[in-house]
């Protein structure tokens, strides 16, 4: 399995970007499907995910302002990011867990997404 991500750059305060996330080889029926995001000299947090139970969470740091979504006949995933802050500047990461008991994952290369005016 491998990921390619794109979409990032700048955005100016209240502007929106969409990431994408192109997903290569099979990836079951038991996954979950994530972006996270690390910003300069903080740890690598997941701000959105979706299982194949359809299960979405995010984290309430993007709620209502980021969306997450599969498209299963590109094979690609998606984060549209609205009312984009500056605190929103980092580098997202797309993530793969396969499998329920001990799940392999695949990450991404980082996208860079700065916000500034």
């Known amino acids: 399995v491998q990921l390619q991500a794109s979409g990032g750059g700048l955005a100016e305060p209240g502007g929106s970007l969409r990431l994408s996330c192109e997903v290569s080889?099979?990836?079951?029926?038991?996954?979950?499907l994530a972006w996270y995001r690390q910003a300069p000299g903080k740890q690598r947090e997941s701000i959105a995910s979706m299982s194949s139970n359809g299960l979405i969470t995010y984290a309430n740091s993007v709620k209502g302002r980021f969306t997450i979504n599969w498209d299963k006949y590109e094979n690609t995933l998606y984060l549209q990011m609205n009312s984009l802050i500056p605190e929103d500047t980092a580098v997202y990461y797309c993530?793969?867990?396969?499998?329920?008991?001990?799940?392999?994952?695949?990450w991404g290369r980082g996208t860079q997404v700065t916000v500034s005016s």
């Open positions: 080889g099979s990836i079951g029926v038991n996954n979950v």
């Open positions: 993530k793969i867990s396969i499998g329920v008991y001990n799940p392999s994952d695949f």
